[in-house]
């Protein structure tokens, strides 16, 4: 991801946590800047990944910070006890974004606002055979991610990236694939 990109969702993020009085609850569902030279991420109060080493090292660089280990399926924090969730290319690295866009929805507070930032594909969705299965990509179809985010949530904007990946970007694979955010609201 281009600094551009990390820079935008960066501004992006502290533009939906200012529209919350202090204090606000926040989770970040992964711990990746965390854990590299990113430094944190603005005013986040809990953070998970699934990447247990990568958790450990954002713990050691942030030891007043909550990390924990946990899948954006099935973390259990409260129902309604979270103002803002940013997730910062998380979704695209499970097979079923329902499921998590439920859950999603459940730890929000009534007018809790997502944001959320995902690779998108042209053609069906499909998993991205690379790396180990905690790293494994999916392309998305636009229409049924699309689908899947205003089902469950009222999309206040649109958000596009100048990252993308034209159709030779991976043999055999036909799609174009671009990076796409949304803020949203419960």
Known sequence: MSDATHNR???LAREVV???????TILKTDCWNEATDFGPFPDATYYIDVNAE??????RRYPNSRFDVADIRTVTLPDASLDV???FSTLDHIPDPATALDNYLRMLRPRGRLLLMVWLADGPTAALE????GDRQYWFSATEFFGHVQSRFSVERFINFPETHNADWIPNRNENRWLQGFIACK
């Open 54 to 59: 990568r958790v450990a090292e954002a713990r």
């Open 85 to 87: 969730i940013l997730d």
């Open 130 to 133: 690379q790396g180990t299965d």
């Open 18 to 24: 200012e529209m919350y009085p202090s204090p606000t």
């Open 9 to 11: 969702y960066l501004e």
